[in-house]
């Protein structure tokens, strides 16, 4: 059972988004050589994810021919689904697959090689690796690529205000009034600053709110994106051709791409934040990354843009070549 695949690395996730963008991120910078899998996992063992129970083949159900040798030589997951098929990657491996978990699997971490989770988490440990926000692929390049995918973004005049609208997340709402404030805090910034805005909404953003959304920039020079109806996601080049960001406050990932572009980035909060992203927004804020809605700031700032040193990071503490 513990002969290795000639694929260097497998990215697991349970095919979230955000997660996917993650595990990605850092595999890609690790390896051009990767294999993609996604799990999820049949009850209960998706409960207690990524709790061992007896029978853990048969939690794959019609993934269970996802996860058989040859191994890999580095297994990279992303989320709590993911955590369980990492863990049971090594040991089925005999040890041979390196396992890296992205984000807290709130259960003791030795059960991986490594763990990488922002600061935020508070997991500590001889194997953890600590991040100040989410891994993303973004750096100049990305960019570019970004502006060239959506050229027509620089007929617009500017300043462009980019808007990145979150929503739900779990254990947390984004309750109608505290998305009617940022609505309007962002009318009123452009209104003051002139220019156009590029706008986009996320998936967990309520279906509820797309019409306010809709509503607030009605008439506005820009592009206010709200769904597949309106075309292809502009988000690539709303991150690279926007001269300021304005983002939702809901969002670990978006919250740490919009830092990625060098940009400013301002966010309103009107309600209570969940303790661990409050301790995220304040570290944002201690590193000058993250302004109140309505600051006078530089037009650049430092580029969050944390993948690469934490890739050389797992290649130090793993022995990679």
């Given at each position: 059972m513990s002969t290795l695949s000639h694929e260097s690395c497998w990215v697991v996730t349970d095919g979230a988004a955000g997660n996917r963008r993650q595990a990605l991120a850092l595999a890609e910078a690790l390896?051009?050589?990767?294999?993609?899998?996604?799990?999820?996992?049949?009850?209960?063992?998706?409960?207690?994810?990524?709790?061992?129970?007896?029978?853990?083949?048969?939690?794959?159900?019609?993934?269970?021919?996802?996860?058989?040798?040859?191994?890999?030589?580095?297994?990279?997951?992303?989320?709590?689904?993911?955590?369980?098929?990492?863990?049971?990657?090594?040991?089925?491996?005999?040890?041979?697959s390196l396992a890296v978990q992205i984000l807290d699997p709130r259960i003791d971490p030795a059960h991986w090689d490594l763990v990488v989770t922002p600061r935020h988490d508070g997991l500590h440990g001889d194997n953890v690796l600590h991040s100040l926000g989410s891994l993303h692929p973004i750096d100049d390049a990305w960019l570019a690529d970004g502006r060239d995918?959506?050229?027509?973004?620089?007929?617009?005049?500017?300043?462009?205000?980019?808007?990145?609208?979150?929503?739900?997340?779990?254990?947390?709402?984004?309750?109608?009034?505290?998305?009617?404030?940022?609505?309007?805090?962002?009318?009123?910034?452009?209104?003051?600053?002139?220019?156009?805005?590029?706008?986009?909404?996320?998936?967990?953003?309520?279906?509820?709110?797309?019409?306010?959304?809709?509503?607030?920039?009605?008439?506005?020079?820009?592009?206010?994106?709200?769904?597949?109806?309106?075309?292809?996601?502009?988000?690539?080049?709303?991150?690279?051709?926007?001269?300021?960001?304005?983002?939702?406050?809901?969002?670990?990932n978006m919250l740490s791409e919009a830092c990625a572009t060098g940009r400013p980035v301002h966010t309103l909060v009107s309600a209570r934040l969940p303790e661990k992203l409050a301790r995220f927004h304040a570290e944002l804020r201690s590193a000058g990354l993250l302004h109140d809605i309505g600051a006078v700031t530089a037009e650049r700032q430092t580029p969050l843009r944390e993948t690469a040193t934490i890739a050389a990071e797992v290649r130090r503490h793993l022995g990679l070549a």
């Open positions: 390896t051009p050589s990767i294999r993609e899998i996604v799990v999820q996992l049949r009850a209960p063992w998706s409960w207690l994810a990524p709790r061992n129970l007896p029978g853990a083949r048969m939690a794959l159900g019609r993934y269970q021919d996802s996860l058989l040798p040859p191994w890999p030589k580095l297994a990279i997951g992303c989320g709590r689904q993911a955590a369980w098929a990492t863990r049971q990657i090594r040991r089925w491996s005999g040890g041979a995918a959506f050229a027509q973004f620089a007929a617009l005049p500017g300043p462009r205000l980019g808007v990145l609208i979150g929503g739900d997340r779990h254990g947390s709402r984004l309750e109608p009034a505290t998305m009617d404030a940022f609505l309007a805090a962002t009318y009123a910034r452009h209104m003051a600053d002139g220019g156009s805005i590029l706008v986009a909404v996320s998936r967990r953003t309520p279906a509820s709110s797309l019409p306010r959304i809709r509503e607030a920039f009605a008439g506005l020079p820009g592009v206010v994106w709200t769904g597949s109806a309106d075309g292809a996601n502009p988000y690539p080049g709303i991150l690279g051709w926007a001269d300021r960001l304005l983002v939702t406050p809901d969002s670990v």
